[in-house]
């Protein structure tokens, strides 16, 4: 099935979102690694009714008016990533959670590395908050959007105390 994407302007650059059907399947940044996220065949749709409806929430979230989201989604990836880019839907707006957090939460607390990186393959980005996963000492680790897009959106979020671990 090919995928409908449109552009937007945000405070964090220009992202690509991305539609599979009805569902969102991707919301992509300007510099995006070539092959994180597999969609296949794309084509423009600015007009696609999830499309626009992602870009509306988008919207009320950099304005600060809104907190969560309601849109159906699309994770394709293996059993191990879903669930971690499933346990990222549960971390509270301006709350963060570390790796090991999250291992611990899908039931395997072993798996800390494996969380890190199905977590930098998150293909929701911002609708599935990989943002407020941070490192176990509290700061701020890699991020696909830039670290610099990842502390504006957890000041955003009221988190701007965290700091950069470079």
């Known amino acids: ?11 964090v650059g220009t992202l690509t979102l991305v539609a599979r059907g009805d569902c969102l399947a991707a919301v992509l940044w300007e510099q995006e690694r070539e092959n994180r996220v597999r969609l296949g065949a794309l084509h423009r749709d600015d007009g696609h009714p999830t499309l626009r409806e992602t870009a509306r929430q988008l919207g009320e979230y950099f304005a600060g008016s809104r907190q969560g989201f309601e849109l159906p989604l699309d994770f394709v ?3 191990f990533q879903r669930q971690v880019w499933t346990a990222l ?3 509270p707006f301006g709350q963060t959670r570390s790796y090991s957090d999250i291992a611990r939460q ?10 890190g990186a199905a977590n930098g393959r998150n293909p929701i980005s911002i609708i599935a908050p990989c943002h407020r996963v941070i490192g176990a000492s509290g700061g701020l680790t890699g991020f696909a959007g830039g670290l610099q897009a990842k502390q504006y959106l957890l000041a955003l979020e009221g988190r701007e105390s965290l700091a950069l671990d470079l």
């Open 1 to 11: 099935m090919s995928c409908a994407f449109t552009f937007i302007q945000s405070p």
């Open 106 to 115: 899908i039931g395997n607390p072993s798996a800390v590395r494996a969380v």
């Open 89 to 91: 839907l549960t971390i």
């Open 77 to 79: 990836g293996t059993d």
